[in-house]
Nanobody
């Protein structure tokens, strides 16, 4: 199983910023595209952003375009999700997952970590 670890979540006020990190200790992330997804209780997991293996291709959900930026540092074996201008509706548990190609669709074969909680509230 491709185990990943998410970090960087927390409590932030509306309009604030957070940077999430996705890393792995047992495999190199640059073998895969990486997707970020989020989920709130009672709702389905939804795609937020993804990045290709090289980092040259990215995709974003309409709800986060212009506010979130995905990037990767293959030398550090880490993928980042910079989240700016956060809104209360961005509150969720955020997950990253390795993918064969960049996709915002949940795949039943995705490997999921524990996620990191993001709470946007005043």
């Amino acid at each position: 199983q491709l185990q990943v670890v998410e970090s960087g979540g927390g409590l932030v006020q509306p309009g604030g910023s957070l940077r999430l990190s996705c890393t792995a200790s047992r495999f190199t992330l640059d073998l895969y595209a990486i997707g970020w997804f989020r989920q709130v209780p009672g709702k389905e997991r939804e795609g937020v952003s993804c990045i290709s293996r090289s980092g040259g291709g990215t995709n974003y959900a309409d709800s986060v375009k212009g506010r979130f930026t995905i990037s990767r540092d293959n030398a550090k074996n880490t993928v980042y999700l910079q989240m700016n201008s956060l809104k209360p509706e961005d509150s969720a548990v955020y997950y990253c997952t390795p993918q064969p190609v960049c996709s915002l669709l949940v795949n039943p074969f995705n490997s999921w970590g524990q996620g990191t909680q993001v709470t946007v509230s005043s």
